[in-house]
């Protein structure tokens, strides 16, 4: 069984420049959801989509948003880049969401991204 | 404000050794806790999920417990390895729907 595939693994961007990020789920699992992890502010939660609809997201500017697609797959994209951005961007995929009871979360390998 | 926090930040401690990871969070509502480690450069592995309806789970040599009540959680090594050596992350699903993170426990097992 396949498990999450994030793709890139690594990406350089300069300030401005607008990036897009890719995450497969686990077949069967219809959640998916993306974090940024940084050395300073740790793991914080991006959103998530379901059923190709945003259903919960966090507390970031408009410039992070996402999609989802029929078949589960989910991009993020982010405009304007900053070089705070810089982090490791994770996605999680679930059968049904982290924000609903008993859902097991399972982890891709991220994808790191500099800007420079 | 929800918050989750994780003590202590670091941990050396020699192989072999029996140790206790902290988690702690605020808010008593929650919906789960789940335990991930995460690799140097790697994405974050479920090592454990509780229920907010649950007490303790067990995989293992792991071992997490859940205090509602007290708004804590442990994780329980037993028997440590070198292989053992990651970042421990504490996670929370409140009942709001909020994912919170803890900040992790860099846990290093000397051999």
């Known amino acids: 069984k396949a498990g999450v595939t994030q793709t890139p693994r690594y990406l350089i961007k300069t300030r401005g420049q607008q990036v897009t990020l890719s995450c497969s789920p686990i077949s069967g699992h219809r959640s998916v959801s993306w974090y940024q992890q940084t050395p300073g502010q740790g793991l914080q939660f991006l959103f998530e989509y379901f059923s190709e609809t945003q259903r919960n997201k966090g507390n970031f500017p408009g410039r992070f948003s996402g999609r989802q697609f029929s078949n589960s797959r989910s991009e993020m994209n982010v405009s304007t880049l900053e070089l705070g951005d810089s982090a490791l961007y994770l996605c999680a995929s679930s059968l049904d969401g982290p924000q609903t009871t008993n859902t097991e979360a399972f982890f891709g390998q991220g994808t790191r991204l500099t800007v420079v | 404000k929800q918050e989750v926090t994780q003590i202590p930040a670091a941990l050396s401690v020699p192989e072999g050794e029996n140790l206790v990871l902290n988690c702690s969070f605020t808010?008593?509502?929650?919906?789960?806790l789940q335990w991930f480690r995460q690799d140097p450069g790697k994405g974050l592995t479920s090592l454990l999920l509780?229920?907010?309806s649950q007490r303790e789970q067990t995989s293992g040599r792991l071992n997490a417990s859940l205090d509602k009540s007290s708004g804590r959680s442990t994780l329980y090594i037993a028997a440590s390895q070198p292989g053992d050596s990651a970042t421990y992350l504490c996670?929370?699903?409140?009942?709001?729907?909020?994912?919170?993170w803890g900040a992790g426990t860099k846990l290093i097992i000397k051999p």
């Open positions: 509780i229920q907010s």
């Open positions: 996670a929370v699903t409140f009942s709001n729907y909020q994912l919170i």
């Open positions: 808010d008593s509502a929650i919906y789960n």
